[in-house]
Structures are given as C-alpha cells and as structure tokens.
C-alpha cells in the first residue's frame, strides 16, 4: 500500500475506534481497530513517524483523555507503548511529566504519561483486556 494511502487508513482507524469509544462501547469492541492500526504501523517503517507525531500532538494537550478529531484514544497510546516497545513513547511520556506535572512524576498518577510508563512493562496488568493477549497466554 502507498504510504500516503496508509496515512490516510491510520486516521480513519483511528477515528472510527474513537467513535466506538465515544459511543460507550469499550475497549473490547474497539480492538479489532487498534490492531489494525498497530499491525499497519509496524508494517511500514515510513508509517511509524506518523503514528508517533499523532501521538506526540495528542499528548501535548493538557487533557488529552477526550475523543474528539484528530485525537489518538489513551488506550490506543498505552496498548501501541506496550505492543512496540519504541523509545519514542518513553521520550513522549517524559516530556508529558517536564511540561505538565514540572517533572514531578508522582503527580501524574491517573495520567497517561504514567500510563505510558506502565504499559512498557512486558508484564503490563493492562494485557489482560485484550483477546489478542489472552489467546497467547
């Protein structure tokens, strides 16, 4: 697929688990959405820096939990941290911490930069909502 067309996918994807979100529906119902999105953006190395600045844009909001357009839903962020490992999430999540709580982590419990945090860990609670996870278990 032509990278531009993929751009183009990731944000439909995006919006559209946003809108199952929005409408009440849960993570569950949205998680044929994030894998798609996840397994487009690991497919494509071009892909990755597009994921990251929407990322990167969603987190500089200073309340970055709302599903409106353009936004990249908290736990698409927390299960892509956890699903790539990348060092990007780590930096982002940092920078979260330095801009918003002053660097004081303690702060920003409740936060999706401690999410971030949290979801790096191979062991990350968090897996056991997704079906994907509980099938390798």
Known sequence: ????SAKALIDILIENASRILRAGYGV????????AILD????QEALRK???DLVARTLAQLECGDLSEGMVPRELIELAAHETRWPEFMSLAKKRVEEVFVGQQELAIGDVARSIFEAM???WPDREFYSRYRRKA
Request: glycine letters at 0%.
């Open 40 to 43: 487009l953006v690991k497919s």
């Open 121 to 123: 860990d191979p062991c």
């Open 28 to 35: 569950n119902s949205a998680e044929h959405e994030f894998f």
């Open 1 to 4: 697929m032509e990278t531009a």
């Open 50 to 52: 597009h994921f990251i």
